[in-house]
């Protein structure tokens, strides 16, 4: 398929595990997003990537969350120490960038975690 | 955080009437956008407005802006039971090819058959 793809589609852990959710962009998309929604609200940014680089991570909450894209396409958000409040669907997006203004971000399906 | 907020949280209508969903914000922005979410399903782009348009047309769909009042609106006509979905605005502020898009809290519309 050529949309976003996250996988797994749902995990289910127990509190103070580690986690590692993991995002297949679009190909050729250069930009990647991550972003948590709670049930009832909308999506809230993490971090974004450029490239292989983070460059705004001023969304993730506290130092146990982490991301990474080591070849600037597959992005693995990694959670330490997993508490209940992180349980959310954790969406990624994607886009390429443009020469001027805003390009459109096409989403993937989200990871739903759930922390016992 | 969230940056809009939108009004009403949920609308529920008959098939073929007309759905009204407004969005306030609270920070200057570069473009507004609106998408749906069907339940179990990602996020779908819609429209997006540019901070110096009025007004947009897409389909059925179609968007206002109103920056000094930091409001907009998502009109739906001639609604249809699969316009059934959580609809969010999201404002964009950056520059370049990168600008930090931040997600209103979503209106959750019914459209009854």
């Known amino acids: 398929g050529a949309g976003v793809s996250q996988t797994p589609s749902n995990k289910v852990t127990e509190k103070g595990k580690y986690v590692e959710l993991r995002c297949d962009p679009i190909s050729g998309h250069t930009a990647l997003y991550w972003y948590r929604q709670s049930l009832g609200q909308g999506p809230e940014f993490l971090i974004y990537f450029q490239g292989t680089g983070a460059a705004d991570d001023s969304g993730l909450p506290n130092d146990r969350f982490f991301a990474v894209r080591p070849e600037g396409s597959v992005s693995t958000l990694k959670i330490q120490r997993t508490e209940r409040g992180d349980s959310a669907v954790y969406l990624c997006a994607s886009s390429s960038i443009g020469v001027v203004g805003y390009n459109e971000q096409f989403f993937g399906p989200g990871t739903r975690l759930t922390v016992l | 955080s969230q940056q809009g907020e939108e009004d009403p949280q949920a609308l529920s209508i008959q098939e073929g009437e007309n759905a009204t969903m407004?969005?306030?914000?609270?920070?200057?922005?570069?473009?507004?956008?609106?998408?749906?979410?069907?339940?179990?399903?990602?996020?779908?782009?819609?429209?997006?407005?540019?901070?110096?348009?009025?007004?947009?047309?897409?389909?059925?769909?179609?968007?206002?802006?109103?920056?000094?009042?930091?409001?907009?609106?998502?009109?739906?006509?001639?609604?249809?039971?699969?316009?059934?979905?959580?609809?969010?605005?999201?404002?964009a502020l950056g520059a370049g090819g990168y600008q930090k898009v931040t997600f209103g809290t979503g209106t959750k519309l019914q459209v009854i058959p």
Request: hydrophobic share 30%; charged share 20%; aromatic share 8%.
């Open chain 2, 22 to 91: 407004n969005c306030s914000y609270k920070t200057s922005i570069n473009n507004l956008q609106w998408y749906r979410q069907n339940s179990g399903r990602g996020l779908v782009h819609l429209i997006l407005i540019r901070s110096n348009e009025r007004e947009k047309h897409s389909g059925r769909l179609r968007v206002t802006l109103d920056t000094s009042k930091k409001s907009s609106s998502l009109l739906i006509t001639a609604s249809r039971a699969a316009d059934t979905a959580s609809y969010f605005c999201a404002t």
